[in-house]
Each structure stands twice: as C-alpha cells, then as structure tokens.
C-alpha cells in the first residue's frame, strides 16, 4: 500500500523461445541403468555417444547414452530417428 492506493507491480517474462517451450512439453523421466539417478527433462539432441537433456530448471546436462536405462536408450534412438527424418 503506498499512500493509502493498493500498488501491484506486473512483472512480465518474456516467452520462451519456441524451442524451450517445446522442451517443456516433453518433460519426462530420465533414470540410470543402476537406478541410482533419476531427472525431469527433455531430450535436446545426440552427439557422439552422449545424450543433451535440458531439465525443468533449463540446465543442459550431458549424458553418456550407455549410463542411461534401457528403456531411456530406446527413447533416445526413437527421438533421433524422428529428428533425422525431418530434416
């Protein structure tokens, strides 16, 4: 309250770009192949042998594809096929 007026302050933050926004969408369940580390993120691309994840918080983490879980692996050769044929 400033000089008996109600103040409300309007932050607005600027949309993802449609990319990140995308990455949102497809937020799922990563684990390990020992189950011992489990994220929340999106599959951003394959290079090499490692896999680019970017989690809720928007950090980038690299992953060796082999440290992944069978089923994530599979997800992961699913997405870059998918990837590959749109191009």
Not at 20 to 26: S, V
Not at 34 to 54: C, P
Request: proline share 5%.
């Amino acid at each position: 309250v400033y000089g008996g007026i109600s103040v409300v302050k309007i932050v607005e933050f600027p949309p993802l770009p449609k990319h990140r926004a995308q990455l949102a969408i497809d937020l799922r369940r990563w684990n390990d192949n020992r189950g011992a580390f489990i994220t929340e993120a999106a599959f951003d691309g394959l290079s090499g042998d490692e896999v680019t994840l970017v989690e809720r918080s928007g950090e980038s983490i690299q992953v060796p594809v082999r440290d992944l879980s069978i089923i994530d692996q599979r997800y992961v050769r699913k997405q870059n096929i998918e990837r590959n044929r749109g191009r």
